[in-house]
C-alpha cells in the first residue's frame, strides 16, 4: 500500500493550496481518508476526514470554511482544497488511510503517506 502525497509548497497568508494523495495497492472505495498535520513542536493533529463514498465529512473547528476534503474514487485519490491560508495553517500535512471508517485520531488509521510540507508566510 502507497499514500503519495503532493501539493504542498510555499504560499502567502490568504492564498489558496490543493493538497493531493493518490493511493496504490488498496481497493480505494473500502477506506475511510483522512488529512493530518503536524507542526514544529507540535502534536498531529486532525484536519478533516472523509468515508468512502464522499457523502460524509468531518473537518477541525480551526479550518471549518476554509479547507475542504473531497475525493475521487476513479482516480484512487483525496483532496484537500485550502483557502484562506493562515501562518498558523503552516505544518506537514499528511494523508492517511483506514479501512472503514475515516477516524479523528492518528492512531485509528492503517497507512499513512510521507507528508508534504506547507508553509504560509509573506
Known amino acids: 500500500v502507497q499514500l503519495q502525497a503532493s501539493g504542498g509548497g510555499l504560499v502567502e497568508p490568504g492564498g489558496s493550496l490543493r493538497l493531493s494523495c493518490a493511493a496504490s495497492g488498496v481497493t480505494f472505495t473500502r477506506y475511510g481518508m483522512g488529512w493530518f498535520r503536524q507542526a514544529p513542536g507540535k502534536e498531529r493533529e486532525f484536519v478533516a476526514g472523509?468515508?468512502?463514498?464522499?457523502?460524509?465529512?468531518s473537518q477541525a473547528d480551526s479550518t471549518k470554511g476554509r479547507f475542504t476534503i473531497s475525493r475521487d474514487n476513479a482516480k484512487n485519490t483525496v483532496y484537500l482544497q485550502m483557502n484562506s491560508l493562515k501562518p498558523e495553517d503552516t505544518a506537514v500535512y499528511y494523508c492517511a488511510a483506514n479501512r472503514g471508517d475515516y477516524e479523528l485520531v492518528p492512531s485509528g488509521y492503517d497507512y499513512w503517506g510521507q507528508g508534504t510540507l506547507v508553509t504560509v508566510s509573506s
Open positions: 472523509i468515508n468512502w463514498s464522499g457523502s460524509r465529512t
